[in-house]
């Protein structure tokens, strides 16, 4: 019997589709439950001079109104720097800022307090892009560098650009992305006994957000308890912004007495929570004639809004990304945060990877274009090899091993027939007076394991119970993407009983304590990890139950605690072949628990080898990589901008899958956030540093009809591979980045109409994006290309449809 492998569906998976799986708003009612909102900054950049509450205090139902002067503890918190506030004390960095937390008996009670709370601002003219930052000298945190073996001397890099046949250089931007959880930012909190607080969260932090609210409320860690049952998705947005929820919450509950819980809405979540970061990256890069890469400069500039957040270890991400796939002989790596007036940017699926990868793949675009190469080829030749020595070490000095990166990009261009379809991409381009294709490929090399040495740890308890039943309970935090269904598979594994018998307990800091943030694509390496060393400990201590059990002195069988197996439901000595004497897992149990034997264990794991050294920028930062490749195809209408996302292929190396069919949703999930970030996922503000973009009237996340017409989906085989909990790899984050091919796609759609001029086009690659670089591109051509048109519209060079709307 063995769980591990299956295609079972996801825990919630009926509940999800039912709505009978509860979060946070959809509890039960608190007797007094009072309901929390609050007043935000109506400036992005000011001094708060007053704060009148008299009108709103006279609202019936209104409880409490509280200000950073009801703060117990400090008003600052920040998970690398502490210099956010949880209420504006008088200087304002970001419109909707809290200033004012509401407690209230009902929606209606807050709401109206809201409008009657008076603020008294001076308003100041805000930063908003990262030019004004670096204009105004913004910044966040220190200005980050990294150089490959070589590269240190700047001297050496720039005798190799004078040396090199080609060089290109440029500026490249790359726009943000809301997460967009289908439930918003949402914490209700208790008071409990001793004057300690328990907080129900939906975080994907639960330690982070016990310590905030502790410190906030000046109280002991021991005295505050945070659970998270599961979260309606996350993605990085509620890694640390769920904190400013859960204190506005408990300071509610502390204050009053009472329950108290705080539900955002989509618009106050949108507008105060931080998004992923935009960047600006200036690069310069030289390569030969074949298209060899020679050497490399990046300089990446993020918007970090008006806190730090994580914002410089996202930005060190992306420096650690900056050669995504492909080895760089010579490569210098620099980076800065600004500050700006924006709600403080946060994680984000990729954590700053897409932002990194989006610029090498880029630039290899460019070489293509510049050499009259396809680019496919040009990616091939600058792959990094396993066991080449001269090809396979990162600029920050990692070893790339194990690995089939190669294989994977020569797999996919064979078995999506790339080359054939490029060909007639180009007849039809060439031809076509409605429509322009393209197609494109593109890679990922993504890097598992926080670059935060410390958190790469976890601990599990498991208790194995008299019915031969078992709970487990991790610090890891369930937000839809099958992290407990795969616990629960390894666990039922280990017993040797069916996935039925094991369940998944409500994430506790009660229970867990100290725990890392579910993040970085390592929340089944970790927790599962230690969910093992528990099981094993167990394992271990039946085992020498069983062989005295099992001892049999007639038949020769001295106790032998090595050859007692625990499978398929029984316990049994495999040296026995009476089948009579295999116990039942649970009559197992019971006996052990009457013979005083432990049937409970805490399990704990640190990622091994994992060494980065921040200070020289070298080291060994991830356990090892997930790798993929995909290719897609897309059409764009030459009058209108709108682009039909024609197929998508994806091939990608994710180890042994615990869940195939968990797996499979991940990589396309993904992809498809991935998809949505490049083209469509617009986010706008106002000179005042106002959000426009707002919900999904006027934020568009991709629908049906974004979706590729054909997609096909496989993984190849990597027996290399050799570690990481059962043999498998991490999902959650590398797919999304493979969403770049489409933007790549239509970026080979518009060079037909370049002939041979700059393709200036940033993310998102919007339909409006498209047709204005179209127009532009069109408008300064010498000589319009363009075959000359039938009565209906179309193309006279191989049309067949009647219809000018269809694609000729």
């Known amino acids: ?172 931007h790359s726009n943000g992305q809301e997460q967009f959880y289908f439930e918003t930012q949402a914490a209700l909190a208790e008071p409990a006994d001793g004057g300690g607080i328990r907080v129900l969260s939906s975080t994907q932090n639960p330690t982070e957000t016990q310590a905030v609210v502790a410190e906030a409320l000046g109280l002991g860690m021991h005295q505050v308890v945070c659970e998270c049952p599961r979260m309606g998705g996350g993605f990085g947005g509620k890694e640390t ?155 920050y000095g990692q070893i790339v091993r194990d690995h089939l ?124 990890a230690a969910a093992l060393d528990a099981c094993r400990q167990i394992k271990e201590r039946m085992r020498a139950y069983g062989a005295a059990l099992l001892a049999n002195a007639e038949r020769g069988l001295v106790a032998s605690p090595d050859n007692i197996q625990i499978a398929g439901g029984y316990v049994y000595d495999d040296r026995d072949p009476e089948t009579t004497r295999r116990i039942e897992f649970a009559d197992f149990c019971a006996n052990a628990r009457r013979e005083r034997f432990d049937l409970g264990a805490r399990g704990f794991f640190a990622t091994p080898g994992v060494d980065y050294n921040r200070e020289t920028g070298r080291g060994n930062p991830f356990f090892y990589f997930t790798t993929g490749a995909a290719v897609a195809e897309v059409t764009i209408d030459r009058f209108t901008g709108e682009l039909v996302f024609d197929r998508a292929d994806l091939l990608m190396d994710i180890g042994r899958m615990i869940n195939p069919g968990i797996d499979r949703g991940q990589v396309i999930g993904g992809f498809i956030q991935g998809v949505g970030w490049v083209t469509n996922e617009e986010l706008c503000y106002n000179d005042r540093g106002a959000l426009l973009s707002t919900g999904p009237t006027t934020y568009k996340i991709p629908n049906i009809t974004d979706l590729p017409r054909t997609l096909n989906v496989d993984f190849i085989d990597n027996p290399k591979h050799q570690k990481n909990v059962r043999l498998s790899k991490a999902v959650g984050e590398p797919p999304l980045m493979l969403g770049l091919a489409v933007w790549l796609a239509a970026r080979h759609a518009l060079s037909f109409v370049a002939h041979g001029q700059p393709l200036p086009l940033s993310i998102p690659a919007t339909s409006e994006e498209l047709l204005m670089t179209l127009t532009k591109l069109t408008a300064s051509s010498e000589v319009t290309r363009l075959p000359e048109p039938s009565r209906n519209g179309a193309s006279t060079a191989g049309s067949r449809s009647p219809k000018a709307n269809k694609p000729q």
């Open 405 to 528: 990166l190669g294989e994977t990009l020569e797999q996919l261009i064979d078995s999506s027939d790339y080359r054939a379809r490029r060909a007639a991409i180009e007849e039809f381009s060439t031809k076509s007076a409605t429509h322009l294709k393209g197609i494109s490929v593109s890679m990922v090399k993504f890097g598992i394991s926080f670059t935060t040495k410390f958190l790469n740890q976890a601990n599990a308890l498991v208790n194995v119970y008299t019915d031969g039943t078992v709970q487990v309970s991790t610090g890891g935090t369930e937000m839809g993407q099958g992290l407990n269904t795969k616990l629960r598979q390894m666990v039922a594994d280990e017993f040797g009983l069916p996935v039925s018998m094991v369940r998944m307990m409500t994430t506790s800091t009660e229970k867990n304590n100290n725990t890392s943030p579910t993040a970085a694509s390592a929340g089944t390496d970790l927790n599962g």
């Open 241 to 395: 912004q769920s904190a400013l929820t859960a204190v506005m919450a408990a300071m509610v509950a502390r204050t009053t007495n009472r329950p108290a819980r705080m539900v955002l809405s989509r618009l106050d979540d949108m507008c105060i929570t931080g998004k992923r970061h935009q960047y600006q990256t200036d690069y310069r890069v030289a390569f030969d004639a074949t298209g060899r890469l020679i050497a490399a400069e990046f300089d990446f500039h993020s918007n970090g809004g008006a806190f730090a957040d994580l914002s410089t270890a996202v930005l060190e991400r992306t420096m650690l990304h900056a050669d995504n796939a492909y080895h760089i002989p010579l490569m210098r790596v620099s980076g800065q945060v600004c500050r700006t007036n924006l709600p403080p940017n946060t994680a984000f699926r990729g954590f700053g990877g897409p932002q990194g990868l989006a610029v090498i793949e880029h630039c290899l675009d460019e070489i293509a274009r510049k050499l009259d190469l396809d680019a496919a080829d040009v990616r091939l030749r600058n792959v990094y090899r396993d066991g080449d020595p001269e090809r396979s070490v990162t600029h």
């Open 1 to 172: 019997m063995t769980e591990v492998g299956k295609p079972l569906p996801h825990d919630s998976a009926i509940g999800h589709v039912t709505g009978t799986a509860a979060y946070i708003d959809d509890l039960p009612r608190r007797e007094r439950e009072l309901y929390v909102t609050f007043v935000g900054s109506p400036v992005a950049a000011g001094r708060l001079k007053s704060i009148d509450l008299t009108e709103a205090a006279k609202v019936p139902g209104v409880r409490c109104l509280l200000t950073h002067n009801d703060l117990a503890g400090p008003n600052h918190f920040g998970p690398i720097i502490v210099d956010e506030p949880f209420l504006v004390e008088d200087e304002i960095s970001y419109i909707g800022q809290p200033v004012v937390a509401i407690g209230a008996d009902s929606k209606s009670a807050a709401d109206a307090a809201r409008k009657l709370v008076k603020l008294e601002v001076e308003e100041q003219s805000p930063i908003l892009t990262i030019d004004q930052a670096i204009a105004c000298n913004s910044y966040i945190g220190p200005r980050r560098q990294m150089a490959s073996l070589g590269a240190e001397d700047p001297e050496v890099v720039r005798d190799a650009f004078k040396a090199a046949p080609h060089v290109i250089e440029g500026r490249f």
